[in-house]
């Protein structure tokens, strides 16, 4: 059994690779992600092993997350010890309306079962803006075979039956990245923000 924990481990560590760290651009996303507005807490949707989580937590943010896989919750918990971690999927998040500031889906959307589904139960969990990272819709050495990803037109129909007003594609070096608000509503989204 040991053996078997220590090969899922090894498995888990190769999701933070220094290569795969570089294609993530951590430190990019989280400012693009935090860009205009106000942020006190936020949901790692699909944390994995807790990239995210860690370092929106290190920005100072209160942030929880879900995964469908257990294994990702522990590996989450071990990078991440002060993070909180519970199993579940993004087509049913188990918080209330409105409870965080800020929703994120790195790399999750093109796997859900049901996107939309997924895009609805973001938008209600979130007070301001939803930010996907996502494959962009070409061929590359690495990551999911094209007919797995998703279209930037795919994602914005998606995003407006879900309830968001404002969506941005923001195409990064290996990655795309969807900024989508709620809304002005209360005043701390500013106008369209250049790239």
Request: aromatic content about 6%; glycine content about 8%.
């Amino acid at each position: 059994m040991g053996e078997h924990h220590g090969h899922r481990f090894n498995q888990i560590d190769r999701l933070r690779t220094p290569e795969r760290l570089q294609h993530l651009e951590v430190s990019r996303v989280t400012d693009l992600a935090l860009e205009g507005i106000s942020v006190r807490s936020m949901i790692d949707i699909g944390t994995g092993s807790g990239i995210f989580a860690q370092a929106f937590a290190g920005r100072g943010l209160a942030v929880k997350g879900i995964d469908a896989n257990p294994e990702m919750l522990v590996a989450a918990a071990r990078f991440h010890p002060e993070g909180k971690f519970q199993e579940a999927i993004a087509e049913s998040i188990p918080f209330p309306d409105a409870a965080f500031d800020l929703a994120f889906m790195g790399l999750v959307l093109h796997e859900t079962d049901d996107p939309l589904k997924a895009l609805q139960e973001a938008f209600r969990v979130s007070k301001t803006r939803l930010v996907i990272l996502e494959w962009p819709n070409v061929e590359q050495d690495y990551g999911p075979g094209l007919e797995e990803r998703l279209r930037p037109e795919q994602v914005e129909a998606l995003a407006r039956q879900a309830g968001f007003e404002r969506i941005e594609a923001i195409p990064l070096q290996t990655l795309v990245l969807y900024r989508l608000d709620k809304g002005s509503q209360n005043g701390e989204v500013s106008g369209h923000l250049p790239h």
